[in-house]
């Protein structure tokens, strides 16, 4: 069936009024520490008040520190990347180029990105100024650095006052192209047997830190080292002190034509035009959307439908976005649709237990604010011109940082002492569904999170599609909620780049009965019971 005839059929059915409902018990999951950012500080080199001010508005209750595959490199005393002498000394018969080597002249002796600089400029700045206090979702550096050393920086960071709640050892050391992970642990067993000794240790010091070792999403094509590595990792941890496995879902851009370029990811400029193009009609931006959430819905059931598979364990989203070299969506609300998405759907599923965004900044226009150079052209990416009474100011909200805070601001009003518990909302009829690109894999138009705690109850609500979609939601909410809506206004284009000069936040804020009420397209709505929603 054409994609075409799939989306005429669907806004047929989008004009039946959609009944949210939930089935079963429901997840318990800690929802007000479910959402956070992956970040270094290679653009920045340490936290300032000013900087911290943006992160903190973010109001997301996790940060990941030092980053990930810089985590491998990382010399936590100085809060900077090892030197050259450093590297060398651990991999003494190697011809590899330290990727990190030209990092290596950044470091001034001082005020670099410390524990001490992590406590005092941003956990604390966040404290009193925005009162909340993130947590920290700790990366060991299982390669240039030994057990000993590592363990130190934990117990440094508690004497400091950062609780060490969140551990992962290491991040993606499954990678074929970092020789150096490969020479560290040839096998993923090596790898899994050393984890269980440093998580040993660490249980025994931090007993209810939650302690995560390296999972790998599996990629069509993988073989080897990486083609199996989530199976022999699971076959050979010790589940008594092991509780968790890392992923890290990324997707393309979900628009035709596939980049064929050396210019990996991104491809020629012809092709990334001919993207661009796809993205100003409605098909080209429901594959584009549905690439994104479609992708984290496949890993998802994944997880699930292999629960056993990992025999009780959890798993911690601790990277996801679209790929960082795929320019053609950043900046747009097509992009934020596909990251809230993609995080409602970890939210409503019950094995995930964190969720997190790569990352605070970057280079590329994909993170959670704006990051300069913002030029028609960087580093072989188009991106759609700005409008000419628009410009970027560095470090503002993006559109996926708005949802982000969106999505946090909802789970929020869910105290950390509360027994909340989660359900995926099942819509009847089904709604309209979008086509991923060359794939027989589609995606619901509607996806949500319904939420209830002990004093309050919630959803959020995306609605994906290229028309409004009437719902009643009175079968779930029995009382007067309270409503934000988030849409672009309809002059804006949706492969126009945003910034907050030219993006309209809440269209509309009321208290609504529990009825019908329609979506509108492309919109995301977050929804409260309660007295006082900090929506």
């Given amino acids: 069936m054409s994609l075409l005839l799939l989306l005429f059929l669907g806004f047929v059915a989008a004009q039946d009024v959609i009944k949210l409902q939930t089935v079963g018990n429901g997840t318990s999951k800690v929802t007000s520490e479910f959402l956070g950012y992956n970040h270094n500080m290679l653009h920045h080199y340490n936290w300032t008040d000013d900087l911290a001010d943006v992160g903190c508005k973010l109001k997301l209750p996790i940060i990941r520190y030092p980053g990930g595959t810089i985590s491998a490199f990382w010399r936590w005393q100085q809060g900077w990347v090892v030197t050259e002498e450093d590297y060398k000394e651990q991999f003494p018969n190697s011809s590899w180029a330290y990727m990190y080597g030209s990092d290596v002249s950044k470091y001034n002796g001082t005020g670099m990105y410390t524990l001490e600089n992590l406590q005092n400029n941003y956990i604390q700045y966040c404290k009193e100024n925005y009162a909340f206090t993130p947590k920290v979702n700790f990366v060991l550096n299982m390669i240039t650095r030994n057990m000993t050393d590592q363990v130190s920086m934990l117990q440094h960071a508690a ?99 596939t980049p064929t370029s050396t210019k990996s990811f991104y491809g020629n400029l012809t092709q990334q035009q001919q993207e661009f193009d796809n993205l100003n009609n409605m098909t080209g931006v429901s594959q584009a959307i549905a690439s994104g959430v479609g992708k984290q819905l ?131 009829p089904s709604p309209p569904t979008l086509a991923v690109m060359s794939s027989n894999f589609s ?48 002059n804006i284009s949706l492969s126009t780049p945003l910034t907050q000069e030219n993006m309209v936040d809440v269209v509309s804020t009321l208290v609504h009965d529990g009825t019908s009420i329609s979506l509108d397209a492309h919109s995301v709505h977050f929804v409260t019971c309660k007295s006082n929603p900090t929506l």
């Fill in 159 to 257: 004497s400091i006052g950062i609780p060490v709640q969140l551990v992962e050892l290491g991040n993606e050391y499954y990678a074929e192209k970092t020789n150096e992970f490969v020479y560290r642990f040839p096998t993923a067993q090596s790898y899994a047997t050393e984890a269980n000794v440093w998580a040993a240790r660490i249980r025994t010091l931090f007993p209810n830190a939650s302690i995560s070792v390296i999972g790998r999403e599996y990629r069509k094509g993988d073989y080897g080292r990486a083609g199996n590595w989530t199976q022999q990792i699971l076959q050979s941890i010790d589940k008594e002190i092991i509780d968790s496995v890392t992923m890290h879902p990324y997707w393309g851009a979900g628009v035709p034509p």
């Fill in 443 to 490: 995606v619901p138009s509607l996806v949500g999170v319904y939420l209830k705690g002990d004093e309050a109850q919630g959803m959020a609500l995306a609605n994906l599609y290229y028309n409004s979609i009437t719902i009643d939601s009175s079968t779930l909410l029995h009382c007067d909620t309270h409503w934000v809506k988030y849409v672009l206004p309809s």
């Fill in 298 to 428: 496949l890993s998802v059931a994944n997880y699930t439908t292999h629960a056993s598979y990992f025999n009780g364990m959890n798993v911690r989203i601790t990277e996801s976005n679209v790929f960082d070299r795929i320019g053609i969506l950043r900046y747009t609300w097509v992009h934020a649709l596909q990251v809230v998405g993609a995080h409602i759907v970890s939210a409503q599923t019950p094995i995930v237990k964190e969720s997190l965004h790569h990352s605070f900044d970057g280079c590329c226009g994909f993170a959670t604010t704006f990051t300069p150079p913002v030029d028609q052209y960087f580093d072989g990416r188009l991106i759609a011109p700005l409008p000419s009474n628009i410009t970027i100011t560095p470090n503002l909200q993006s559109g996926p940082g708005l949802m982000l805070n969106a999505l946090s601001n909802l789970f929020g009003n869910f105290s950390t002492t509360d027994t909340v518990k989660t359900w995926p909302i099942q819509f009847s």
